[in-house]
């Protein structure tokens, strides 16, 4: 592609992509994308960015899963393509640097001030340094009014069962959402600024695989719109269950299946 064309699009989704420079590539192409969403993108070039190409872009909804990418590569990205962002959904590992709260606020204060839903899950691994103490402390720090104002609260889970020194840091959503992503079990623990199971403001909902469709303890009576998108085959009874438990039929207007079903 020349470098001078540009593309229409405004909504896309992509499963894979392999580095920054692609990522950044991507971007100049499509000046008039507001939706942008990657399942995996892929650092493993780790080539530091000189250049940004001047790019206009109109994005306000981006999600994310960034594998081998440190907050230290991907923090330029933000701060040159994330000015007008309002939804942020990003699962990131590994680098410590994601679990400083303090240089999220200013992240967000400085480069993304449009900021309205943070929805963030960062994976991690104990080791002899650093601990479930460690850990414990730094995310005690995402409890500054900074996060309780924006009501931006979040949970920490430690697997059970010998030999898993991990954790997961994960938002709580919010019902006061209007989407809402079902992605596996410890998406359904209840928030306890939450007094009921229903979730009636939420018109989407994003099913991402059959864990959070056999844990589901909640359900959105008004959700009109309804993705189901899972690497593996998801079964007929799977879909009758999300049909009578999860949502209302009578209420959805739009399905989008991105899965296999036996």
């Known amino acids: 592609m ?14 894979q992509l392999a580095g920054l420079k692609q990522f950044t590539n991507l971007l100049s192409y499509v000046p008039h994308l507001c939706r942008l969403s990657i399942d995996h993108l892929h650092g493993y070039d780790h ?3 000189q250049v940004f190409p001047k790019v206009f872009n109109k994005l306000t909804h981006v999600s994310l899963r960034l594998d081998y990418i440190t907050l230290d590569e ?15 959904r990003i699962s990131t590992g590994d680098d410590l640097a994601y679990l400083n709260a ?9 480069h993304m001030i449009h900021l309205h839903i943070f929805d963030f899950q960062h994976s991690y691994n104990f080791t002899v340094y650093h601990n479930q103490t460690f850990f414990s402390s730094l995310i005690k720090q995402f409890t500054s009014s900074f996060w309780i104002e924006r009501e931006w609260y979040f949970a920490n889970q430690y697997p059970s069962g010998d030999g898993l020194n991990c954790g997961i840091f994960y938002s709580i959503q919010s019902c006061r959402r209007t989407d809402y992503i079902l992605s596996s079990q410890h998406d359904q623990i209840d928030d306890k600024n939450h007094t009921t199971n229903d979730f009636p403001l939420v018109r989407h909902v994003h099913i991402q695989n059959q864990s959070a469709i056999d844990n589901c303890s909640i359900y959105f009576s008004n959700a009109d719109e309804l993705t189901i998108s899972d690497n593996e085959y998801i079964p007929c009874d799977s879909i009758t269950t999300i049909l009578n438990r999860i949502v209302f039929l009578e209420k959805l207007q739009k399905i989008i299946i991105n899965s296999k079903i036996k």
């Open 102 to 110: 303090n240089r999220w606020q200013q992240i967000i204060l400085s």
């Open 2 to 15: 020349a470098t001078h064309e540009t593309s229409p699009i405004e909504y896309l989704f992509i499963a």
């Open 74 to 88: 991907f923090e330029p990205i933000i701060r040159h393509f994330f000015h007008h962002l309002q939804v942020l």
């Open 47 to 49: 080539k530091k960015i």
